[in-house]
């Protein structure tokens, strides 16, 4: 699986657009981008994925470059209980492992 | 559904005694994986199945580690013996494969202290 990497930690004001980014240079054409979140004492928490496209769920946006190069997480309004590790990953399609790098530790102040 | 079951919460043991964590995966989930916790080493997969088999326990630190799935609902990760390094938080997820999506759901954990 290709390496991501992320920025080790991010503040955000409560209300505001949190935009969490990741760079997978290395991606390769099968691979998908996946996004987890862990709140504290918690076990990680699937936000979104994508392949290609721009996505957008309940959750979050991913925007995804034309390159693929790199990807941001877009939390479109962040609280207080978006405070957690958010983790990007890669995973090809003929793969079903997940492999956790260290994240970006965002905290959202009041 | 009730999601992932991890049991115990917690555990507290003593160095040299066996330790068996459960999971309880979400109905009709093919994949299950075992995941270990630490500060040093991060979110780290020990070992994963699916339709009951496993299928890479490349990550299974060594041989005092044992992971089995006697049916679809039901998986325990046992560690005998147990030695203060194990001192981790253990997660279990589940998965349904569908085109070639693969999303896991993670339990609550199992933090274990071995003393």
């Known amino acids: 699986d290709a390496k991501t990497t992320q920025p080790p930690s991010m503040d955000c004001a409560e209300g505001r657009a949190a935009n969490l980014p990741c760079n997978h240079s290395t991606i390769s054409g099968n691979e998908y981008v996946y996004w987890y979140r862990q709140i504290h004492s918690q076990g990680p928490q699937y936000i979104i994925h994508?392949?290609?496209n721009n996505e957008t769920n309940e959750m979050a946006s991913l925007i995804i470059t034309e390159d693929r190069k790199s990807s941001t997480l877009i939390l479109p309004h962040a609280t207080l209980r978006d405070t957690a590790v958010y983790y990007c990953?890669?995973?090809?399609?003929?793969?079903?492992?997940?492999?956790f790098g260290t994240g970006t530790r965002l905290q959202v102040f009041p | 559904d009730a999601g992932v079951i991890q049991s115990p919460r917690h555990e507290v043991t003593e160095m040299g005694q066996e330790v068996t964590l459960r999971c309880k995966p979400i109905s009709g989930h093919d994949y299950l994986f075992w995941y270990r916790q630490t500060m040093m080493r991060g979110l780290e997969l020990l070992i994963y199945?699916?339709?009951?088999?496993?299928?890479?326990d490349s990550g299974m630190p060594e041989d005092r580690f044992s992971a089995k799935m006697p049916n679809a609902s039901f998986s325990t990760l046992k560690i005998q013996p147990s030695e203060p390094r194990d001192s981790a938080v253990y997660f279990c997820a589940s998965s349904l494969r569908v085109l070639g999506k693969n999303i896991q759901y993670f339990g609550a954990g199992t933090r274990l202290s071995v003393l």
């Open positions: 994508g392949l290609k």
């Open positions: 990953i890669v995973r090809a399609t003929n793969t079903d492992k997940l492999i």
């Open positions: 199945f699916n339709n009951n088999v496993p299928i890479d």
